[in-house]
């Protein structure tokens, strides 16, 4: 393994991109942007369950507005942006994701807030979040050189998960100071700030790769199909997204209206999670080249899928439930920090070049497109048996979704060049 080349080139990657300008000016503005989307995350639910008194059946369709572009949306949009320059649009969807969430305050200010408003903007917002991930995915590794891509992913997953330190419990505070609606004018700045960061890079941006054929829209998928990591990822992020939003929807209302835990106090609970997820994607590449990419994703998993199980027994009521509701956060999210930098980079390197807005395009499809319906189903159950038990039941999915990554093929994987078609 010491003279493989993605063993090379990880050695060669050790020190985070920090020479950069242009890099460093658009880690920069998705930073920001991180963290105001965090904010979001909680905001947004919270404006429905505090300023319009809505209960799990409000912040589902919140939820499932959001995802709901996920379900289509992605295959199209890899198809369309394959051999389209990325930045443009990046900076465009950018502009209309700020634009969107402005509305809520003003909306708030006139007395003209409602559910369906923020129904609409969740939609519009998730739309435009699809299409900015799915250019960002393919332009970075054009943007930074190879040598140096799982640097910048651990640089970029780095700040994203240092964001959901920072920007949960920013946000409570923010909504027990300001309000929940006026909380989200921090996500339409750092929208504004993360555009100035894509746009400002001196570099022209690289010339979208020619090529003789025209693969069809299907071809993402088929770079899914033939690499057994790709199929085993997958179904893993396929099932854990749907299951986390079943746990989720319910436990925003469990932790603040039953358990009596304050909008500050669950911020602070979810930016422990953060905290974790930081430390895991310090450790995530360095575990990869000890114990090899495969048993290092199962470490991380056993971590990230499996400590959810206690969150449906959690003991207390205020403080203590907050309490241990944080260090549960904390520790799951050193195997989700681990797993999301492992994901990325393994796709980026084992995918070719010319098929990565296909490839992501299908992967999100797969992998988003279940995220509505899992909180549509999360407002269901909460609704029909209770929060409790639509935590306990989106747990226990979340712990399902790690056995296909324990199959052979790809318990036993050395490098993503191991199973490149």
Same mark, same amino acid.
């Given at each position: 393994?010491?003279?493989?080349?993605?063993?090379?080139?990880l050695d060669?990657?050790e020190?985070?991109v920090t020479?950069?300008?242009?890099?460093k000016?658009?880690?920069?503005?998705?930073?920001? =942007?991180?963290?105001?989307?965090?904010?979001?995350?909680?905001?947004?639910?919270l404006?429905?369950?505090?300023?319009?008194?809505?209960g799990?059946?409000?912040?589902?369709?919140?939820?499932?507005?959001?995802?709901l572009?996920?379900?289509?949306l992605?295959l199209?949009t890899g198809?369309?942006?394959?051999?389209r320059r990325?930045?443009?649009?990046?900076i465009a969807?950018d502009?209309?994701?700020?634009?969107?969430l402005? $509305?809520?305050?003003l909306?708030w200010?006139?007395?003209?807030? #409602?559910? %369906?408003?923020?129904?609409?903007?969740?939609?519009?917002?998730?739309?435009a979040?699809? $299409?900015?991930?799915i250019a960002s995915?393919a332009?970075?590794?054009?943007?930074?050189?190879?040598?140096?891509?799982? #640097?910048?992913n651990?640089a970029?997953q780095?700040s994203? +998960?240092?964001a959901?330190v920072?920007?949960?419990g920013?946000s409570?505070?923010?909504?027990?100071v300001?309000g929940?609606?006026v909380?989200?004018?921090?996500? /339409?700045? =750092?929208?504004?700030?993360?555009?100035?960061?894509?746009g400002s890079?001196?570099?022209?941006?690289?010339?979208p790769?020619? +090529?003789?054929d025209?693969?069809?829209l299907?071809e993402?998928?088929?770079q899914?199909? $033939? #690499?057994p990591?790709?199929?085993?990822?997958?179904?893993h992020?396929?099932?854990?997204?749907?299951s986390?939003?079943?746990l989720?929807?319910?436990? $925003?209302? %469990?932790a603040v209206?039953?358990?009596?835990?304050?909008?500050?106090?669950?911020?602070? /609970?979810?930016?422990?999670?953060?905290?974790?997820?930081?430390?895991g994607a310090m450790?995530g590449?360095r575990?990869?080249?000890?114990l090899?990419?495969g048993?290092?994703?199962? /470490?991380s998993?056993?971590?990230?899928?499996?400590l959810?199980?206690?969150l449906?027994?959690l003991?207390?009521?205020?403080?203590q439930?907050g309490?241990l509701?944080?260090?549960?956060q904390? %520790?799951?999210?050193?195997?989700?920090? =681990?797993a999301?930098?492992?994901?990325?980079?393994?796709?980026?390197?084992?995918i070719?070049r010319?098929a990565l807005a296909?490839s992501?395009?299908?992967y999100r +499809?797969?992998t988003?497109g279940?995220l509505?319906?899992?909180?549509a189903?999360?407002?269901?159950?909460?609704? +029909?048996?209770?929060t409790?038990a639509?935590v /306990?039941?989106? #747990?226990?999915?979340?712990?399902?979704s790690a056995l296909p990554?324990?199959?052979r093929?790809?318990r036993?994987?050395e490098t993503?060049v191991t199973?490149?078609?």
């Open positions: 393994m010491g003279h493989d080349p993605v063993t090379k080139l060669e990657a020190v985070l020479v950069d300008g242009d890099f000016r658009f880690w920069a503005g998705q930073t920001v =942007s991180a963290v105001g989307t965090h904010v979001t995350a909680v905001a947004l639910p404006t429905a369950a505090l300023t319009l008194d809505a799990a059946a409000g912040v589902s369709a919140i939820a499932t507005a959001t995802y572009p996920s379900a289509a992605p199209l198809h369309w942006l394959e051999g990325k930045r443009g649009v990046m969807v502009i209309i994701r700020a634009a969107a402005m $509305v809520i305050p909306a200010a006139m007395d003209q807030l #409602s559910l %369906l408003l923020l129904v609409a903007v969740a939609f519009l917002v998730g739309a979040s699809v $299409v900015f991930d995915f332009y970075l590794p054009d943007f930074v050189a190879e040598a140096d891509l799982p #640097s910048a651990r970029l780095g994203s +998960t240092a959901q920072g920007g949960p920013l409570g505070i923010l909504v027990q300001l929940p609606a909380a989200l004018l921090v996500d /339409a700045v =750092s929208y504004l700030a993360s555009a100035v960061g894509v890079a001196r570099r022209p941006e690289a010339t790769h020619a +090529t003789d025209r693969p069809g299907w993402g998928v088929r899914i199909k $033939v #690499s990591f790709l199929r085993s990822l997958t179904a992020a396929a099932l854990y997204n749907a986390a939003q079943i989720v929807v319910n436990l $925003v209302v %469990l209206k039953e358990r009596g835990l304050s909008a500050g106090g669950y911020g602070i /609970a979810l930016s422990a999670g953060g905290a974790g997820a930081f430390v450790l590449l575990l990869a080249k000890r090899g990419y048993r290092a994703f199962g /470490a998993l056993v971590l990230s899928t499996g959810p199980l206690l449906a027994f003991p207390g009521r205020g403080i439930y309490v509701l944080g260090v549960l904390f %520790l799951s999210g050193i195997g989700l920090g =681990s999301n930098v492992l994901s990325v980079t393994i796709r980026q390197l084992l070719p010319t296909r992501n395009g299908a +499809t797969f988003f279940v509505p319906i899992g909180a189903l999360g407002g269901v159950l909460g609704s +029909t048996f209770g409790t639509a /306990a039941v989106g #747990s226990i999915g979340i712990a399902l990554m324990f199959v093929e790809v036993t994987l993503p199973t490149a078609a």
